[in-house]
C-alpha cells in the first residue's frame, strides 16, 4: 500500500563540530522539513533520528537529535538512511507526482507491449532514470525520465510511455 511505504528523505552524513550536532544531507525540496517530520525512520521502519533542533546547511540540516549526545555519537551513524511513511507527504498538487509514485508502474512501448515494471528511480548526477525490470525477466535497464523517453504518464491507471533510447530518434517531431 502506498501509504505504508517508507520515503528516503536525507542521509546521516557525520557529526558537525565538537557538541553532538549531527549534519543531514536532505532530500526534500526544502531541507528544513527534516525538523518538521522530526521523527525519521530506518529503512526497516525503526526509529532512526528524533530531530529537536536544526539549521540550514549548504546540503541539508545541521541540528541535534534526542539519540546524540556527542560527536563520537554523530559520527557513529554516518551513513544512516532516514525515511518517513508516504503518507507524511503531503498531496501533490493536480498535474504533480512524486518520484516515489513511478515505482512499480509497468513501462508500455508505443504499440502497448508492456517491456517491464519500474524498479527504482536513480540519478547518478545528471539527470533521473528509471530503472526498468523487463517482463521477460534478465537485467535492468535505465530509461532517461525526460519527455522523449517518457512522453506520457498514466500514475492512476499504473502505466507509463516508454520509448527506448535507441527508438527516440526515430520518432515523428511534434
Known sequence: ???????????????????????VTAYTADPMALLAYRDLL????????TLTSARPDKNGVVGRAKEIATKEQADAMRG???????????????DEFYLTDLIGLQARDPEGVVLGAVKSVQNFGASDMLE?????GGPTWYLPFT?????ELHITDGWVLAVRPNEVGEREPD
Open 147 to 151: 519527455r522523449d523517453a517518457v512522453p
Open 132 to 136: 526498468i525490470a523487463p517482463a521477460a
Open 42 to 49: 530506518r529503512a526497516d521502519g525503526s526509529a532512526g533520528l
Open 80 to 94: 544512516l538512511k532516514l525515511f518517513i511513511p508516504r503518507d507524511r507527504l503531503p498531496e501533490p498538487d493536480e
Open 1 to 23: 500500500m502506498a501509504q505504508d511505504k517508507l520515503i528516503l528523505v536525507g542521509q546521516v552524513v557525520g557529526g558537525f563540530g565538537v557538541r553532538g550536532e549531527v549534519r
